[in-house]
């Protein structure tokens, strides 16, 4: 197998396999009912069902984009979903896809924009953007309009992902050196620090209580955020507190990459990868 989706719960910190595949999928997230999960491969999205005990990924039909990457996630209300997409530019563009709409709507008009999160009210988006080379955390409308920035460039700074109370961004930055956690205001004051001890800790993704912050964390000597490495699921309090390590496993790239809890917090999904063998 190349791919195993599996989902960790907190309460008997153990993780259940939901399905494997040979084939590459990637970024698990949860629906707001709880009853599937949103996966990407190949460039499409799709719906896995957790009421199935041998499910099938189910296609989503996302139009014109047929070049994903693995940055997708479900509106609070469950109305619609947001994704980044290749088709039409050739570089990565943030689109919105909601009930009855025939086809994409674009909401970016920088690009390249990588869709990391929704704001808990649904008005909002955060997102990393590559402007000339320079990675920085970005808000904008659902409606569109200008971006907001809220980085200046101070490293390399990701995975923007909003605290359920709407007061925070969590966010990923190597100002520092080593990628490591932080946090913001949603209007970039604020700024704390939260993770220090050697690891590259990347995607935070708050509780939906916000007691707690799940992130991926990678040997100290590992660059960027590449697939196929031994690496850590770690927690910690939301003010960066009592951090522990869940487990270890190979993965990296695509394990969890977007909000990932159940709807509940009882639970978060994640994909586990095995190595590829001629």
């Known amino acids: 197998m190349r791919s195993s989706v599996e989902i960790y719960d907190m309460a008997t910190r153990e993780a259940e396999v939901v399905w494997q595949t040979e084939d590459l999928v990637e970024a698990p997230n949860w629906s707001r009912d709880g009853e599937f999960l949103v996966i990407n491969g190949d460039g499409l999205l799709y719906a896995l069902s957790l009421d199935d005990d041998d499910p099938e990924p189910e296609l989503i039909d996302t139009g014109f984009a047929v070049r994903l990457n693995n940055d997708h996630g479900i509106s609070p209300d469950g109305a619609s979903i947001a994704f980044s997409d290749?088709?039409?530019?050739?570089k990565s563009c943030i689109y919105l896809l909601g009930d009855g709409d025939e086809e994409p709507r674009q909401v970016t008009e920088k690009m390249p924009s990588y869709?990391?999160?929704w704001s808990p009210d649904g008005k909002q988006l955060a997102y990393c953007g590559d402007r000339g080379g320079v990675f920085?955390?970005?808000?904008?409308?659902t409606k569109g309009?200008?971006?907001k920035r809220l980085t200046h460039g101070e490293g390399h700074n990701d995975g923007p992902d909003y605290s359920p109370d709407g007061q925070w961004i969590y966010f990923n930055s190597s100002r520092t050196g080593t990628m490591q956690i932080w946090r913001m205001r949603t209007d970039g004051s604020d700024l704390e620090r939260l993770t220090s001890d050697g690891y590259g800790d990347w995607f935070p993704h708050p509780s939906p209580d916000g007691s707690k912050v799940l992130?991926?964390?990678?040997?100290?000597?590992?660059?960027g955020h590449p697939?196929?490495?031994q690496v850590r699921l770690r927690l910690m309090d939301a003010d960066g507190g009592n951090v522990e390590t869940l487990f270890e496993f190979f993965g990296g790239q695509g394990s969890i990459n977007v909000p990932n809890w159940s709807p509940d917090g009882s639970a978060f999904a994640f994909v586990r990868y095995f190595p590829v063998t001629d």
């Open 136 to 141: 920085d955390i970005y808000t904008i409308s």
């Open 227 to 229: 697939r196929d490495k």
């Open 215 to 223: 992130f991926l964390s990678y040997d100290e000597d590992v660059s």
């Open 115 to 117: 869709w990391h999160g």
């Open 145 to 147: 309009g200008p971006e």
């Open 86 to 90: 290749h088709t039409l530019f050739g």
